[in-house]
């Protein structure tokens, strides 16, 4: 446990809280590696008595994460909101950058999700000859729910900046999931990667 909304006080929806007692944490911008300022999107690092000291027989790995000053590099893009609680808005390793512009996924997700017979989707990038990565939606519908690319794009007109929207839109039963449940992005990204070339 880092960070957690109070049992006593203000918790605050789409928030995980603010640090526990004795845990400190940074959110550090991704290019520079300088702390960003309150309300900016960077890389959650955590630091306390709760932090493991290393991965088991990983040297090399436990040199990458565990930074020498005893910060730990959580993977997490974050940003902190003006009252001090911690919004997680994605993995760093599924940021998308389209353009040259930061795609976060879970905010085209949110949007397409909202959409009537979405049950829910994942926001990828894929190689892309002239933007680097194409934003790619992956959809899974309600059973009997017949929406197709163009409606699912057509509701994210006006909803997304135009560089936030994908390109295009794949619909699959399931997303794959591993034993934590988490959607895995990885094996979406081998299924389409020949999307855009």
Do not use: C
């Not at 918790?11 to 809280?17: D, I, K, N, W």
């Not at 049950?119 to 990038?125: H, L, T």
């Amino acid at each position: 446990m880092n960070i957690s909304n109070p049992y006593d006080g203000t918790r605050r929806a789409g928030t995980v809280g603010r640090p526990l007692p004795g845990v400190e944490i940074r959110i550090i911008d991704r290019e520079t590696g300088r702390e960003v300022a309150d309300g900016e999107i960077g890389i959650l690092q955590v630091r306390g008595p709760n932090v493991f000291i290393g991965y088991w027989r990983m040297p090399e790995k436990t040199r990458e994460e565990l930074l020498d000053d005893g910060f730990f590099i959580t993977g997490d893009l974050a940003m902190i909101d003006d009252h001090g609680y911690v919004q997680i808005v994605g993995r760093d390793k599924d940021l998308v950058i389209s353009g040259g512009f930061n795609v976060y996924p879970r905010e085209a997700e949110e949007v397409i999700d909202e959409q009537a017979g979405v049950v829910e989707s994942a926001v990828i990038g894929l190689p892309h000859p002239d933007l680097g990565e194409g934003v790619t939606a992956v959809v899974v519908l309600q059973p009997g729910a017949s929406l197709d690319e163009a409606e699912v794009l057509g509701h994210l007109e006006g909803r997304l900046a135009r560089y936030k929207q994908p390109r295009r839109v794949f619909f699959i039963d399931s997303l794959p999931r591993n034993t934590m449940g988490k959607v895995q992005k990885n094996q979406l990204r081998q299924q389409f990667q020949d999307t855009y070339r």
